[in-house]
């Protein structure tokens, strides 16, 4: 089956540091992966689209200098938040599609910032 | 301005009771449905997707949408107190294409009572 993995799963650091997560994708390819932030109040805000080969897509509020994104290959993707600050706080998640189909989830990572 | 909206923002229903969610979009360019379901500490997980008028059933899962109003519904028939989560309402422009992004609804809190 279809999974996804994200690590770590949590986080601490601080302020004004960086901290890199890692996703991959297991069973099938990756051909677009998502990245999100879950508030804590559990609402989902789009960071950036990501698909093989094309150019990474980020949303209004998200910028590359902050959020930078790798997407080598078709099952890892990697994010980077440079100088974390408290609203940075969150569950990232990684949702990674094969085409069109459902776009499957990792358990996240839970990012703290002291 | 929400794209997709979600009713009621949380639901409590005796187990082995019907639970409904509801899931509208206010871009008619986003018609295209899935539903997931987070249980706490975990990512989300899909359910289903419904991308044609009607109904959809998956085993105690129905979704039904009706494209003219861009309103999704899930009814979870003979809950069960695993059912317990948050149920996510997500929607695209376009079915199949890893362009596609996903925007998902603020979310349902749904408590299944022993």
């Known amino acids: 089956g279809a999974l996804v993995y994200q690590y770590p799963r949590r986080t601490i650091c601080k302020s004004g540091t960086s901290m890199r997560m890692e996703c991959q994708a297991v069973g099938f390819q990756a051909t677009s992966v998502a990245w999100y932030r879950q508030s804590p109040q559990k609402t989902f805000e789009l960071i950036a689209l990501?698909?093989?080969?094309?150019?990474?897509?980020?949303e209004q509020n998200f910028t590359q200098e902050k959020f930078p994104i790798s997407h080598p290959n078709l099952s890892f993707s990697s994010m980077t938040v440079l100088n974390a600050y408290l609203e940075d706080r969150g569950l990232y998640l990684c949702?990674?599609?094969?085409?069109?189909?459902?776009?499957?989830f990792g358990p996240g990572t839970r990012l703290l910032v002291l | 301005q929400q794209k997709v909206q979600q009713s009621p923002e949380s639901l409590s229903v005796p187990e082995g009771g019907m639970a409904s969610l509801n899931c509208t979009s206010s871009?008619?360019?986003?018609?295209y449905f899935w539903w997931y379901r987070q249980h706490s500490g975990e990512g989300p997980k899909a359910l289903m997707?419904?991308?044609?008028?009607g109904d959809k059933k998956e085993g105690r899962f129905t979704a039904h949408l009706n494209k003219a109003s861009l309103h999704v519904s899930l009814h979870i028939r003979d809950s069960q107190p695993s059912d317990s989560a948050l149920y996510f309402c997500?929607?695209?422009?376009?079915?199949?294409?890893?362009?596609?992004?996903?925007?998902f609804g603020q979310g349902t809190s749904l408590s299944v009572v022993p």
């Open positions: 949702g990674a599609r094969e085409g069109g189909d459902t776009q499957y």
């Open positions: 990501s698909t093989v080969n094309s150019a990474i897509k980020y």
């Open positions: 997500a929607a695209s422009p376009i079915a199949s294409s890893s362009f596609s992004k996903l925007v």
């Open positions: 997707s419904i991308f044609s008028d």
């Open positions: 871009d008619r360019n986003f018609q």
